[in-house]
């Protein structure tokens, strides 16, 4: 009776192991790729220090935010504050920006600021996940000019995919908007409106972004 369970054991996890591998690779693979999109299911805002939810400012939702130029607080807003900015200059580029992040989707803050300022293009960026604050202030400083947030307090949900999807919803205008489009990264406009949008920006051999190839407006 002992040998049959031994044997059976073997069998089991032998068959375990068969599989667990390949499915470790895939699920391994999957979250390295997945740093455009989310690290965590909440903004990690809950396990900040007290020192450190200083540094988070949960605005008023009708404060104009287009002037603010402080760059030692991250400033956290809706969807609609955003785009009273965006309508105000003739190209702009929305980036989400992860400062934990290390893929093959994922950039310096200070490579997306230079290559909006060979392009003539306002950057905004804006993250949704308070990680690793130590680094996301060392490139503000940087790129000299303020950091936004997503307002969860607003959108009444700790859940970072409900909470994006309602800011994007109001940054797109209530477009039409494909599953496909939560996965971009970076958004751009012309004259308040959307013309592109990535998930990745190519990188050169000198690891500089190259130039986006807008689509002609319709």
């Known amino acids: 009776?002992?040998?049959?369970?031994?044997?059976?054991?073997?069998?089991?996890?032998?068959?375990?192991?068969?599989?667990?591998?390949?499915?470790?690779?895939?699920?391994?693979?999957i979250m390295l790729q997945s740093c455009t999109i989310s690290f965590g299911i909440r903004s990690g805002y809950k396990k900040l220090s007290k020192t450190d939810r200083e540094k988070i400012v949960f605005l008023d939702t009708n404060k104009d935010i287009c002037d603010i130029k402080d760059c030692e607080k991250i400033y956290s807003i809706t969807?609609?504050?955003?785009?009273?900015?965006?309508?105000?200059?003739?190209?702009?580029?929305?980036?989400f920006w992860k400062p934990y992040c290390t893929s093959e989707f994922c950039y310096l803050l200070t490579h997306v600021k230079k290559y909006c300022d060979s392009q003539?293009?306002?950057?905004?960026?804006?993250?949704?996940?308070?990680?690793?604050?130590?680094?996301?202030?060392?490139e503000i400083e940087y790129i000299s000019q303020p950091l936004f947030s997503i307002n969860e307090h607003y959108y009444?949900?700790?859940?970072?995919?409900?909470?994006?999807?309602?800011?994007?919803?109001?940054?797109?205008?209530?477009?039409?908007?494909?599953?496909?489009?939560?996965?971009?990264?970076?958004?751009?406009?012309?004259?308040?409106?959307?013309?592109?949008?990535?998930?990745k920006m190519e990188d050169d051999?000198?690891?500089?972004?190259?130039?986006?190839?807008?689509?002609?407006?319709?």
């Open 156 to 199: 009444q949900t700790q859940n970072q995919q409900k909470f994006i999807k309602l800011f994007m919803s109001e940054l797109l205008q209530d477009e039409k908007l494909s599953n496909e489009i939560f996965w971009h990264t970076s958004f751009v406009f012309k004259n308040g409106k959307l013309i592109d949008s990535r998930i």
């Open 79 to 95: 969807g609609k504050q955003l785009l009273n900015c965006i309508d105000t200059n003739e190209n702009v580029m929305v980036y």
């Open 1 to 29: 009776m002992r040998s049959i369970q031994t044997v059976s054991m073997r069998i089991f996890q032998r068959t375990d192991y068969k599989w667990f591998i390949p499915l470790f690779c895939v699920t391994l693979i």
């Open 120 to 138: 003539d293009l306002v950057l905004y960026a804006v993250i949704s996940e308070y990680y690793n604050l130590k680094r996301t202030f060392s």
């Open 205 to 218: 051999n000198a690891g500089e972004l190259k130039i986006f190839e807008f689509k002609p407006e319709n």
